[in-house]
């Protein structure tokens, strides 16, 4: 059984004057353990997917289902489902709560699923993402681009998910630091046995990280490449 299965899915936004079409017809489905990418230009419905993946968008059409969960449109992810699917999203300081202090910003996901906290476990996990203990008194402005990126990506896998939404993780990073981030994901994959959905603009991103990938142009996906495509390069027009 594929971990993520969507079939037919469109997405519609009423904007003024009418109805803004998203996404029109998304097909695909991604195995336990895969990295899936999602690629192409600007605005093509890339995210509007993820977001409906993640429980974000609730408005949609078609059928959509996550690890056997068959979703319903307007369907609020509790539980299980809630955890299990976990986001990136490409901003690390927008998605940071400027506020709270990292022990506050990785604390707080635990409580809400109601399990206990202890400094140990959180200490031991930023130590997987590359960060010191001593990172948990600081504030999210105290920290690098890179170090805020490692923050949020230790902030989702404290609940163990299965799947992980990438939203251009590495795009609003240096390219030296772009490369630590894709290197930890991949690493942690390897650990956590997760499966990854990656959005990305970037050809040499997508190479190096995806086993398939899907390109979308005006909401649909127009070709699906095989990691031997993407071993060979990938051509963003369709067909191509
Ligand atoms: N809430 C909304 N209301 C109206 N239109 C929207 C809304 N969200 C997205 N759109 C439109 O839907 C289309 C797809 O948006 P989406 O954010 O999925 O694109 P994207 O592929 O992620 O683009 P980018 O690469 O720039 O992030 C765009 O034309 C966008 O303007
Ligand atoms: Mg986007």
Redesign the pocket.
Known sequence: MAMINVNELKVV?P?KGGV?T?VSGATFAIEEGETFSLI?A???????ILRVLAGLQREWQGSVSLMGNTLAPGQVFRGDLRRNVQMVFQDPYASLHPNHTLWRTLSEPLIIHGEQVSRKQITAMLEEVGLPASALDRYPHQLSGGQRQRVAIARALLLRPRVLLLD?PTSALDMSVQAEILNLLNRLKAEHGMTYVL?S?DAGVIAHMSDRAAF?DG?KIQRLYSRQDLSQGIHQEPGG
Do not use: I, L, P
Request: charged share 20%.
């Open positions: 936004f904007v803004k998203a192409g600007s605005g093509c419905g890339k995210s509007t251009e959005v603009h979308m909401g």
